[in-house]
């Protein structure tokens, strides 16, 4: 009597490598671009918190921010124009941060990702 036979191939394990090494390639893709946002979202939360922004206009404030993002070498997300925008609120300002990060994956698939993330500095 035959014994029937169980298990994987060569070839579906071959698939299955090919499959977690795209996945792997992928993650290790995208992930900077979030941990980047974590960081810029971690100045801004902090920004909100600082006593130097008391009584200061939105220059003084971008100034400030730009520099911290320049410690933590995100200043291209500052050079995307129209990445930060100030808006007036009741006791200062509301600051707004929307950018897209774009990058090559493979070949010629790209990916992109959008953040977005406000907090509202009082300034008085």
Do not use: C
């Amino acid at each position: 009597m035959l014994k029937k036979q169980n298990g994987m191939t060569l070839i579906s394990m071959a698939l299955i490598g090919v499959f977690m090494a795209a996945l792997g390639l992928g993650v290790l893709k995208i992930l900077p671009a979030y941990i980047n946002y974590a960081s810029v979202t971690s100045i801004m939360d902090d920004m909100s918190r600082e006593e130097k922004i008391k009584n200061k206009n939105p220059k003084y404030i971008r100034g400030i921010l730009y520099k911290k993002l320049d410690v933590n070498n995100l200043s291209m997300i500052y050079r995307n124009k129209g990445a930060f925008k100030f808006s007036k609120i009741d006791g200062g300002y509301k600051l707004s941060l929307k950018y897209e990060h774009r990058e090559n994956l493979v070949g010629n698939l790209d990916y992109a990702v959008v953040f977005d993330h406000e907090v509202d500095l009082m300034v008085k």
